[in-house]
């Protein structure tokens, strides 16, 4: 079973930044795509941002211009940095592996809480 790790979550207040971190444990299959979705209390979990070997990104509508996506394919790690961030970002941050052309993640992380609070 693929592990996938994620840190940098915390307490944040509104406007602020913050960055999450996920790695992987060994080799990982190619081609590949790595991401981030979300989950915030009552409701449904929701893709943030993903990311292909060769650096072709997605956002969601609601994060763009705000989050940033980016790996590091030598380490199998992936980022999100988060800036301006907004109270509706609270949520639980989960990383996903997924394989090239498939329609869901084969792997995921076992979650980071973002809060954001005044």
């Known amino acids: 079973q693929k592990q996938l790790v994620e840190s940098g979550g915390g307490l944040v207040q509104p406007g602020g930044s913050l960055t999450l971190s996920c790695a992987t444990s060994g080799s990982i299959f190619t081609p590949n795509i790595m991401g981030w979705y979300r989950q915030a209390p009552g409701k449904q979990r929701e893709l943030v941002a993903t990311?292909?070997?060769?650096?072709?990104?997605n956002y969601a509508d609601s994060v763009k211009g705000r989050f940033t996506v980016s790996r590091d394919n030598g380490k199998n790690t992936v980022y999100l940095q988060m800036s301006s961030l907004k109270l509706e970002d609270t949520a639980v941050y989960y990383c996903i592996l997924q394989r090239y052309g498939s329609s869901s993640p084969a792997y995921w992380g076992q979650g980071t809480q973002v809060t954001v609070s005044s």
């Open positions: 990311i292909t070997r060769g650096g072709n990104t």
